[in-house]
């Protein structure tokens, strides 16, 4: 097994177990303990995990709990953005019933999404500029009742839940602020999280979009295991997400 297999192996144990020992990865790997030692030894000298006697355990990720307003987020990784969105329209075909997330990257969506659907694919989406654009577009949207968040113009609440809540969505597009692989997806906010989990536990197919910048970063609340979706990036930094999830790449 090569030197990069191991190193995502041992990640993937620490980030479904918190915690690995020298003895119990040399088996499960066909390998010696000396050879786990010095990857465990070269994975904490690049940040990767920290090394105690014995094994490793796993970095505690610092949380992030600021949530930035739309303007700010829009002007980020814009390049990236427009790929990820560009090829997460072409998933959109005919007689879909699409749940669109409020957010700057699922915003871009929109512009390229076919013009030739307008008659057969609806929309729900809990963005307010979103349902505009859609409308703009000549596709019919339906907007959920709940309270307008002014920093991400997103509506939530309880009225949002129940609508959501008698949906069946073909294909959902969700924005996150974090990705990581214990604590899954992630935003500041209680409120949309739950949304969020709402729609994708009512829609058949989920994509979650999101630049590489997300990755290996938790914000204050988890609404979705990772395995529940698949990540569409423009670049993939770390490989042990390939064993948890599905990920498709695209070039910015």
Do not use: W
Not at 4 to 13: K, Y
């Amino acid at each position: 097994m090569l030197q990069e297999e191991r190193f995502a192996f041992i990640l993937n144990e620490l980030a479904e177990k918190g915690a690995v020992k020298v003895n119990t990865l040399a088996e499960q790997l066909h390998t010696s303990q000396s050879t786990v030692r010095r990857d465990i030894r070269e994975l904490d000298e690049s940040g990767k995990l920290r090394k105690v006697f014995g094994g490793a355990v796993a970095l505690e990720p610092s949380v992030n709990t600021i949530e930035s307003d739309v303007l700010t987020r829009e002007s980020r990784n814009t390049a990236a953005k427009d790929a990820i969105a560009r090829y997460a329209a072409t998933q959109i075909n005919e007689n879909d019933f699409v749940y669109i997330d409020a957010g700057t990257t699922t915003e871009r969506i929109i512009p390229y999404i076919d013009s030739s659907l307008t008659g057969s694919v609806y929309f729900v989406t809990n963005g307010i500029m979103h349902a505009r654009r859609l409308v703009e577009r000549g596709f019919r949207v339906f907007l959920p009742g709940g309270v307008l968040k002014a920093t991400t113009e997103a509506i939530v609440g309880a009225g949002a839940m129940e609508y959501i809540d008698n949906c069946n969505f073909t294909k959902c597009f969700m924005g996150t602020n974090g990705v990581d692989p214990s604590r899954g997806f992630t935003t500041p906010e209680m409120d949309e999280a739950r949304i969020k989990a709402q729609a994708i536990r009512h829609s058949y197919i989920t994509y979650v979009l999101c630049d590489s910048s997300k990755f290996d970063n938790v914000s204050s609340v988890s609404f979705g295991k990772l395995n529940c979706a698949c990540i569409v990036t423009d670049r993939l930094p770390n490989e042990i997400y390939r064993n948890i999830t599905v990920i498709k790449e695209v070039e910015a």
